[in-house]
């Protein structure tokens, strides 16, 4: 297993277009959460899956965006009508509620621009 | 969420001990004391964590105050390999963690 990988690593969009990120956990990490990032601030969450359940959304989470975890396996998120203060680094991350302290493993992030 | 406090920024020598120190005196009986760090253009990776005993793992020793009012991440010998921002986050019954702004450590060769 090579960890938690997310696509596209970089995203440059237009204000106004949609945009789709994917994340991929590790095998058999049943709880997944998405976290933003903007520049010289740490991770903000977003929302947190549990297999396909979607069980917490952040305020930060607004109905521009969606995310989605079929099957209980990758997970995308979609951010309609991009703004530029969208623009940030979208992290993925995973655990396993095998481990009672809750470590998580972080993706490398797609950073999105949007113009 | 109990808040922590942490200095915006460290200096160290390349292989002296590092003391990164966090204030979290709002901490509540249940709060583990999580470290995570963060490479440059990477995602945070985890460092340790503990809930009130000194901790030690391959990576770092987490020291916890006796009232656990505060906590400090030390690595032995610093490598320039370390240079990261190190968060100090306080986990309760929440699943997410809460990030706040870290301390960016840099080490000097």
């Known amino acids: 297993d090579t960890g938690v990988s997310q696509n596209p690593r970089h995203k440059i969009t237009k204000r106004g277009q949609n945009v789709t990120f994917r994340c991929d956990p590790i095998?058999?990490?049943?709880?997944l959460y998405w976290y933003r990032q903007t520049l010289g601030q740490g991770p903000e969450f977003l929302t947190y899956?549990?297999?396909?359940?979607?069980?917490?959304k952040s305020r930060l989470l607004s109905d521009r965006f969606s995310a989605e975890r079929p099957k209980g396996s990758f997970s995308t998120l979609e951010i309609q009508r991009t703004e530029q203060g969208d623009s940030a680094m979208y992290l993925c991350?995973?655990?396993?509620?095998?481990?009672?302290?809750?470590?998580?493993?972080f993706g490398p992030g797609t950073r999105l621009t949007v113009l | 969420d109990a808040k922590t406090t942490q200095p915006n920024s460290m200096e160290s020598n390349e292989e002296e001990p590092v003391h990164l120190p966090c204030n979290h005196s709002?901490?509540?009986?249940?709060?583990?004391i999580h470290w995570y760090r963060q490479l440059p253009s990477q995602g945070p990776e985890y460092v340790i964590h503990?809930?009130?005993s000194n901790v030690n793992n391959r990576m770092a020793s987490l020291a916890i105050a006796e009232d656990r009012k505060s906590s400090t991440l030390i690595l032995h010998r610093a490598t320039l390999r370390d240079a990261a921002v190190y968060y100090c986050i306080l986990t309760g019954s929440a699943r997410q963690l809460t990030f706040g702004s870290g301390t960016q450590l840099t080490v000097l060769p």
């Open positions: 899956f549990q297999n396909e359940a979607q069980l917490e």
């Open positions: 503990g809930l009130t």
């Open positions: 095998s058999e990490h049943n709880r």
């Open positions: 709002t901490i509540s009986g249940t709060d583990y």
């Open positions: 991350a995973s655990s396993t509620h095998r481990l009672s302290y809750n470590e998580q493993f």
